[in-house]
C-alpha cells in the first residue's frame, strides 16, 4: 500500500459525458502528478500539481482539467469524453516538486471506459 | 520521449539473480537513473535510483558504468512476484526542476518457476 488513495476504482461512462478522478496524496506529500496509460500510448504524464498550484503541464488535453484543493487532495475532471478516453489514471504523489531525492509514490489507478 | 533504451522482454528462472539493462548515452552530467516497477495492471513502484555510484537497497542493486551510458537493474534472487514491467527513467534532481517522469516502454520481466 502506497499511501495514495484514489476513487473510484472503476468507471463507466458513455462518449460525450463528464467524469471527476479523485486523488489523495500521502500524508505530508505536497506533489500530486496525474499519468494517462493506455494500451497504445504507455504511461504518459498529463499534469503536476505542487501545494495548490499548477507546475508542468504534459500531454494533457484541452478537454481534462486539474486541481489541488487546500487540504492537497486533487481531482482530474474529464469532459465530452471520447472512447479514446479510456484508459487507467494513475495519481502519484511525493514530498518536494522536483528538487533532490524525488520518489514518487503511485496510487492503484481508477479504470476507465468509455462506452 | 524517453532518453534510455531497454529490451523489451526478458526471462528469468526464479531464485536466480535478473539483470535488466538499460541504456541512457545521451544522459546529462546532472541526471539521475531511475527504476521503477508495473506489476500487472498496479501503480508503478519505486525501486531505486543512482547518479554515478552504484547503488544498493533492499529490492535491487543499481550498477552505473563509469561513462554512465548504461545501467544495470540487479533484482539477486527473482521471486515470481517480480514478474513486472520494469521501468528505466532519466531525470534531473535539482530544485526547479519538472518532477514528472517520463516513461518508456520499459523491460517485460518474465520470472519462470
Known amino acids: 500500500d502506497s499511501g495514495v488513495t484514489q476513487t473510484p476504482k472503476h468507471l463507466i461512462t458513455a462518449t460525450g459525458q463528464r467524469v471527476t478522478l479523485r486523488c489523495s496524496p500521502r500524508?505530508?506529500?505536497?506533489?500530486v502528478y496525474w499519468y494517462q496509460q493506455s494500451l497504445d500510448q504507455g504511461l504518459q504524464f498529463l499534469i503536476h500539481?505542487?501545494?495548490?498550484?499548477?507546475?508542468a503541464k504534459g500531454n494533457i488535453l484541452e478537454r481534462f482539467s486539474a486541481q489541488q484543493f487546500p487540504d492537497l487532495h486533487s481531482e482530474l475532471n474529464l469532459s465530452s469524453l471520447e472512447l479514446g478516453d479510456s484508459a487507467l489514471y494513475f495519481c502519484?504523489?511525493?514530498?518536494?516538486?522536483?528538487?533532490?531525492?524525488?520518489?514518487?509514490?503511485f496510487g492503484p489507478g481508477t479504470r476507465l471506459t468509455v462506452l | 520521449d524517453a532518453k534510455t533504451t531497454q529490451p523489451p522482454s526478458m526471462d528469468c528462472a526464479e531464485g536466480r539473480a535478473a539483470n535488466l539493462p538499460c541504456n541512457h548515452s545521451?544522459?546529462?552530467?546532472?541526471?539521475?537513473v531511475y527504476w521503477y516497477r508495473q506489476i500487472h495492471s498496479q501503480g508503478p513502484q519505486y525501486i531505486i535510483h543512482?547518479?554515478?555510484n552504484n547503488e544498493t537497497n533492499e529490492m535491487a542493486s543499481l550498477i552505473i558504468t563509469e561513462d554512465r551510458k548504461s545501467s544495470t537493474l540487479i533484482l539477486p534472487h527473482a521471486t515470481l512476484r517480480d514478474t513486472a514491467v520494469y521501468y528505466c527513467?532519466?531525470?534531473?534532481?535539482?530544485?526547479?526542476?519538472?518532477?514528472?517522469?517520463?516513461f518508456g516502454k520499459g523491460t517485460k520481466l518474465s520470472v519462470k518457476p
Open positions: 502519484a504523489s511525493s514530498v518536494s516538486a522536483g528538487g533532490s531525492y524525488n520518489e514518487q509514490f
Open positions: 500524508s505530508g506529500d505536497l506533489s
Open positions: 500539481y505542487y501545494n495548490g498550484e499548477e507546475r
Open positions: 545521451t544522459i546529462s552530467g546532472n541526471e539521475y
Open positions: 543512482g547518479l554515478k
Open positions: 527513467i532519466v531525470r534531473v534532481n535539482y530544485g526547479g526542476s519538472q518532477g514528472n517522469l517520463i
